[in-house]
């Protein structure tokens, strides 16, 4: 078979999916569906006529959202990926964005707390002096966080209008959400590396809607408090 039958035979294909996935009421994709949040998102959207496309780190708990979304009425593709695998994170945005999604939802997110470091002055009194977060955990945080959920965007965004523009996909209102929050409002002592990388959401998203204006492409900014997670548990500070 020649290259180019081959290309058409592969287009074809995904046309055919495409078109397949359009019997569902909704499609909904949570990038970081395995995380406190994102697990609760699963089980709020899983129903009957409804596609959800999962990704997050830890498969045994893709698999059990799987179950109890099935289990529910909806039907389930996981992905297994770390964000910071960015060929892996480009190709599953690309591959939502062409199967006709409604709603993506980036809600992957790291943190790390500021380090204590105990002494004893000079009058015999214990002291604690409060450091940054480690450089390691800072960058681990602004990878995630930031840099990961705004490339995840972008090679969504790109992918869906281009093939609207090829006419691969109907035009239909589609609603990006990521998941910032409070610390991107008012940086948090606790955590000025996290706060910063939530920061960097709200700008981007913010420019992000701007953009789209008039493209049936919505896109929210979530600011919510400390909610009951690992993640939440391993932080030291307040949680407002």
Same mark, same amino acid.
């Given at each position: 078979m020649t290259t180019d =039958? %081959?290309?058409l035979q592969n287009r074809k294909a995904e046309l055919t999916e495409v078109a397949s996935e359009r019997r569902f009421d909704r499609i909904v994709a949570i990038c970081g569906a395995t995380g406190g949040i994102g697990e609760a998102l699963v089980d709020v959207y899983a129903v009957p006529g409804t596609k959800l496309l999962l990704a997050g780190r830890r498969t045994d708990v893709l698999a059990r959202l799987? %179950?109890?979304a099935e289990a529910k009425g909806a039907v389930v593709r996981t992905a =297994?990926?770390?964000l910071r695998d960015r060929s892996a994170l480009a190709a599953w945005c690309e591959e939502v964005a062409r199967l006709g999604t409604d709603t993506l939802i980036l809600g992957a997110g790291v943190s790390a707390?500021?380090? @204590?470091v105990r002494s004893e002055g000079v009058s015999g009194?214990?002291?604690t002096l409060w450091l940054p977060e480690k450089n390691d955990d800072l960058l681990r945080e602004l990878d995630v966080n930031a840099t990961g959920n705004i490339l995840a965007a972008? =090679?969504?965004v790109r992918a869906l209008l281009s093939a609207r523009r090829e006419g691969g996909i109907p035009v239909k209102h589609v609603q990006i959400a990521f998941v910032a929050s409070l610390a991107a409002l008012t940086g948090?002592? @606790?955590?000025? @590396?996290?706060s910063a990388s939530k920061a960097a959401l709200r700008t981007y998203g913010e420019a992000l809607r701007r953009l789209l204006r008039g493209k049936d492409v919505g896109v929210t900014v979530l600011f919510p408090g400390y909610v009951e997670s690992d993640m939440s548990r391993r932080y030291q500070g307040s949680k407002p």
């Open positions: =039958a %081959t290309q799987k %179950t109890k =297994a990926f770390d707390s500021v380090e @204590g009194e214990r002291d972008n =090679a969504f948090l002592p @606790g955590s000025p @590396g996290y």
